[in-house]
């Protein structure tokens, strides 16, 4: 089985990445971990795969590549999205980016929706649901994989996971490299990498106001259509 785990960039999939983990750890499978760095290798990796295996395949941009796999019954996608107006404010936070630029590569990630959603057996996640409703994605994102939890596991595995959001970052010598294969089964287990602290609204705090109301002019009809608050 291969989970297909990508969206909307900044949208929950490090929170979701780390909730499969522990999903197929639970179970005591065997799987492998990819996290392409660049489009080149998540084709690579994709023309080549194996659904024998169990991997769990990390992405943000969806390739046509990526669609063509996707059709396969071993492969299990599960999709991400965010209030556009918070994509932008998180990626100029994380990734230092210009606002033009956060509002451009936003812009971009939002018109591959449409080719993600016919996806078949795709699972949807709202990032607002991640930080409100956790038990109930990771029981639904489990059953997706064919794992009937019991619930005081499900628990576990939010609290194990919320806790990733407040843990100092490992070193780098202890993080495995970027697009580097992490072989996990029940003699090895890779330490999840920290998940980013769940906020909602944040861009109201950290835009400027004419920041604020550019990205309201502008995401007006996304924030219309998954109906955000204005």
């Known amino acids: 089985m291969i989970i297909f ?8 999939t490090d929170w979701s990445q780390a909730v499969f983990k522990k999903i197929w750890e639970n179970q005591n499978h065997t799987f492998r971990v990819e996290e392409p760095a660049c489009i080149e290798e998540l084709n690579q990796i994709i023309g ?7 991997m769990i395949l990390k992405f943000d941009l969806l390739t046509e590549e990526a669609i063509q796999a996707a059709q396969q019954g071993a492969v299990r996608p ?8 918070d994509v932008v404010s998180t990626s100029m936070q994380l990734h230092q980016t210009s606002f033009s630029d956060a509002v451009e590569a936003t812009v971009s990630a939002y018109q591959e929706i449409h080719h993600a959603l016919p996806l078949p057996g ?3 996640i ?3 649901h991640i930080a409100t409703h956790s038990e109930a994605l990771i029981f639904q994102m489990a059953t997706q994989l064919g794992v009937l939890l019991k619930l005081d596991v499900v628990a576990r595995i939010a609290e194990e996971v919320r806790e990733l959001s407040i843990q100092p970052a ?5 993080e495995p490299k970027v697009g580097q294969t992490v072989r996990i089964d029940q003699e090895h287990t890779a330490d999840t990498s920290v998940v980013q602290p769940l906020q909602i609204g944040k ?8 920041e604020q109301a550019m990205v309201n002019r502008f995401f007006k009809p996304l924030v219309t259509q998954f ?3 204005e």
């Open 170 to 174: 490992s070193s780098e010598s202890d």
């Open 126 to 128: 709202p990032y607002e």
């Open 5 to 12: 785990n990508f969206g909307i960039p900044n949208s929950g």
């Open 227 to 229: 109906g955000y608050p």
């Open 203 to 210: 861009w109201r705090d950290e835009l400027s106001q004419s």
């Open 78 to 85: 599960f999709y991400h999205y965010r209030d556009p107006r």
């Open 122 to 124: 795709i699972m949807v």
């Open 48 to 54: 080549t795969l194996n659904v024998h295996e169990r």
